[in-house]
């Protein structure tokens, strides 16, 4: 008995719970450390798009800007650059965007752009909306045309209050006509049309490859300097398929770390081969992405006067 309590004297107690300790931290190191390096090979490794490097590494596009995840203050509905209290930041990264659009659209003569991603959820209808608002405040004609008909959404951003006969589909059955579709709205004293879609439409792509919408985007051209349109995830590939029949350009988003390399450029490759431009790609809703190297203290227009004077009096 005596060598049983020996054994299990307070200072054995206390060196074994030391040594338990020890170990304890060393597994959460451990742990810690394993956890951080998975991360790291996940971001070398994988063909997933991390970061503007990577992609202008693996993709067969231009990368032309990234824009970073912002979230909406109180009470705000949507991440708007007509909107006051959207983040200067991502204003300005929306406002690099647009004159490498403008150029290239000048040059080719493009006049449709359509805006699109691979997948869901990717931010690719608010990015479309900021790019026919920038456009609009550097003094372009521009028409913003919601194609996306499975998941219509830009009325909604815009909180737009749409008359159920009086949205897009109603015009492509033919059951009203241009001046009842096309709304135009203010943007800081510069007009902009919009044609709203309020309700989802089973098959849209019966109405988006008729004659009705085909010759809709040609008179729209005609019109106006741009016609932006908000298109459905190229996923859905039979929708997306036939609205780039009417297009000149498209311009990709892509949400940071979720879509694949080789899916983007399989796409292009498919768009390419319907007679469809990818003029670049947009990375969005990006952390850790912020591109430091721009002078930001002393941002205080939604564009400078060199890209106003150069770009928007073309």
């Known amino acids: 008995m005596y060598f049983v309590f020996a054994f299990i004297s307070a200072d054995n107690v206390q060196k074994t719970e030391k040594a338990t300790l020890r170990y304890s931290l060393l597994l959460i190191l451990l742990v810690l450390a394993g956890g951080i390096g998975a991360t790291v090979c996940l971001c070398i490794f994988t063909d997933k798009i991390h970061s503007m490097e990577q992609a202008k590494r693996l993709l067969d596009i231009p990368m032309i800007g990234s824009l970073d995840y912002v979230k909406k203050k109180s009470g705000q509905k949507a991440l708007l650059i007509s909107d006051q209290d959207t983040d200067h930041v ?6 690099r965007i647009v004159p490498y659009f403008g150029d290239t659209a000048t040059e080719e003569g493009y006049k449709n752009l359509m805006v699109g991603s691979i997948k869901e959820n990717d931010g690719k209808s608010t990015v479309t909306a900021n790019i026919a608002l920038n456009l609009a405040r550097r003094g372009k004609k521009v028409v913003l045309v919601d ?11 815009f909180d737009a209050t749409v008359d159920p006969k009086e949205q897009f589909s109603e015009y492509l059955l033919g059951k009203c006509e241009l ?10 004293a510069h007009p902009m049309d919009c044609i ?7 098959k849209p ?3 988006l490859g008729s004659e009705r919408f085909i010759s809709l985007i040609n008179q729209l051209k005609e019109q106006f300097d ?6 459905p995830p190229l996923e859905l590939i039979r929708d997306a398929e036939i609205i780039s029949e009417t297009a000149d350009a498209m311009l990709m988003v892509m949400r940071q ?3 694949h390399a080789v899916a983007v450029n399989d796409t292009v490759d498919l768009l390419e081969e319907n007679g469809v431009t990818v003029i670049g790609g947009v990375l969005n809703m990006t952390k850790g992405e912020r591109d430091t190297s721009k002078d930001r203290d002393g941002y205080r227009k939604y564009y400078n006067e060199n890209d106003k004077k150069n770009f928007g009096n073309r």
């Open 257 to 259: 770390d979720e879509v």
């Open 179 to 188: 001046d009842q579709v096309l709304k135009q709205t203010e943007v800081q």
């Open 205 to 207: 792509y019966r109405l």
């Open 90 to 95: 991502y204003e300005e990264a929306v406002d």
């Open 196 to 202: 709203w879609q309020k309700k989802a439409v089973a």
């Open 147 to 157: 194609c996306d008909m499975r998941h219509p959404s830009l009325a909604k951003i």
């Open 226 to 231: 741009y016609v932006v349109m908000d298109t």
